[in-house]
């Protein structure tokens, strides 16, 4: 029989204990993260404690991501089977809440039990869109639906962090796995601190719509940075009239106050796309691509990072998500991929395939699909392979090769979401159809043949995105009056 509890000293932790021989392992193991167990025990009985918290990356250990985590005990070849504990109800520890159920481990955000139900939020909302008094001089970020702290608000974030100290910095996450940058505040989203960050900063900057019914308080403003330039059409251009869509558009984007734009070209697409006409677009190239163009980004503390080593030639392959599907496509078989080119295979699934699915394993294959910083990827990476991705236009900023696989071209131009324009004809690089066309050029082919075509394409979409994007943005946050320069 074992049995199991969970405590919070010294820090959160699953803790099993039984009759017997020790097993061999304990893990929990779950689709982005897995922890190993301390083990103790002489013979007669045996204790092995979990830690409900996990470092990847090099990074500080935090609690485990929100998910189902296997709970896998392994016994000695010649020991007797160990039963499963039984279960334990949902417990509060601190940073994050945990069940047992048998063999499996739930992990969930630290939300209060009495605010996790619509009727919690809802009280929550009519409280913090009713308060009284002014807004506090601090900033709320948000990025990609607070899966991660990364992508243009994050660089302007360390532009602010660098110029305005004095300023509160909260980050919206959706648990707090994730990482958030030094001397910001992790808020989790649906809990009073949350929403009281997002009612009462002065200014928000996200890179995707906002949800949970948000309306600005008078004198908040919204800075939408977006993230990426458009291949694929968006917002009100996608295929099919849907009357829904188009409300949900406009009510959407009647929300902010400041769109950023990459480029001349996403300028005019973001505006029409959303309805945003009339307000201010900022041209000022993507502060997330700063770093590629000598911004302080440090490729090889990255390939430490992921255990790469320097003379290592490394592929990323980064594709995007598909509206009818979940998890990441499979067009690419990574580990073979890494054998048949010598390389190591970096797999980064888009945000939107971050919570379904898993990582991807094999030899000289590391799944970065939860890596908090794209920009570091592209900047590590030797070379890149995508699809329909707007990661093609940050990656041109630093010159290196780029292959396009696109196996599905007809469907996803044709049904799923359309082009904005011929990627065949303007491709600054081979556009391939299957995995075995790619490998033929990334062993042999000449990616000088596309010099001309990469340089047109630097010109039309890179022309701001010269290391000095966040400085600008800030520059015109801090003139407008968005922050104040002095102590919150």
């Given amino acids: 029989m074992t049995d199991a509890r969970f405590t919070t000293e010294p820090g959160a932790a699953l803790v099993l204990s039984g009759e017997g021989p020790r097993p061999a392992s304990v893990e929990l193991v779950g689709a982005r993260a897995r922890v190993t167990g301390s083990v103790t025990g002489r013979g007669k009985t045996w204790r092995a404690v979990l830690p409900l918290r996990a470092a990847r990356w090099g990074g500080p250990e935090l609690p485990l991501p929100t998910g189902d985590y296997a709970l896998v005990v392994e016994t000695a ?30 992990i969930g955000p630290p939300i209060d039990p009495a605010y996790d139900s619509g009727e919690g939020q809802a009280a929550l909302e009519r409280r913090y869109a009713t308060r009284p008094g002014g807004l506090e001089n601090a900033v709320f970020f948000e990025s990609f639906y607070g899966r991660n702290a990364s992508c243009n608000p994050l660089a302007i974030d360390r532009e602010i962090a660098r110029r305005v100290p004095g300023v509160t910095r909260y980050w919206s996450v959706v648990d707090l796995s994730v990482q958030v940058p030094e001397g910001a505040i992790p808020v989790v989203e649906g809990s009073p601190e949350w929403w009281r960050a997002r009612g009462s900063a002065r200014l928000l900057v996200v890179n995707d719509w906002l949800r949970r019914r948000f309306a600005r308080r008078p004198g908040q403003i919204v800075l939408q940075t977006w993230h990426g330039t458009p291949l694929k059409r968006l917002a009100l251009h996608r295929p099919g009239f849907d009357p829904r869509r188009m409300a949900a558009v406009v009510r959407e984007s009647r929300r902010w106050n400041v769109l950023l734009a990459q480029n001349p070209y996403a300028a005019r697409i973001l505006g029409k796309a959303y309805a945003f006409l009339t307000r201010p677009v900022w041209v000022e190239g993507y502060p997330r691509n700063d770093i590629l163009s000598g911004g302080g980004g440090d490729a090889a503390a990255t390939r430490r990072a992921l255990g790469i080593r320097p003379d290592d030639r490394v592929i990323l392959y980064a594709p995007t998500w598909r509206d009818d599907r979940d998890e990441i496509v ?28 898993k990582d991807a394993a094999g030899p000289r294959v590391v799944d970065v699909t939860g890596f908090p910083d794209t920009s570091l990827l592209l900047l590590a990476a030797d070379a890149l392979v995508t699809d329909y991705s707007s990661v093609m236009f940050d990656f041109s900023v630093t010159g290196k090769p780029m292959y396009f696989l696109v196996p599905d071209m007809e469907h996803y131009r044709g049904e799923l979401r359309g082009f904005y324009f011929d990627l065949v004809a303007h491709a600054p690089g081979p556009v391939v159809r299957t995995q075995a066309e790619l490998v033929t050029q990334l062993r042999s082919g000449d990616p000088a043949r596309y010099a001309a075509q990469y340089a047109q394409w630097r010109q039309k979409f890179n022309p ?10 800030v520059d015109r946050i801090l003139d407008q009056g968005f922050i104040d320069r002095g102590v919150g």
């Fill in 77 to 106: 070849a010649d020991a007797p089977a160990i039963e499963p504990p039984g279960p334990l109800p949902l417990a509060q520890l601190g940073t994050l809440r945990a069940s047992l159920e048998s063999a499996l481990v739930r």
């Fill in 330 to 357: 499979d067009f690419v078989d990574p580990a073979e991929l890494a054998a048949e080119t010598d390389a190591v295979v970096l797999v980064r699934g888009h945000s939107r395939t971050l919570l379904p699915g």
């Fill in 464 to 473: 701001r995105d010269d290391g000095r994007a966040a400085e600008r943005v």
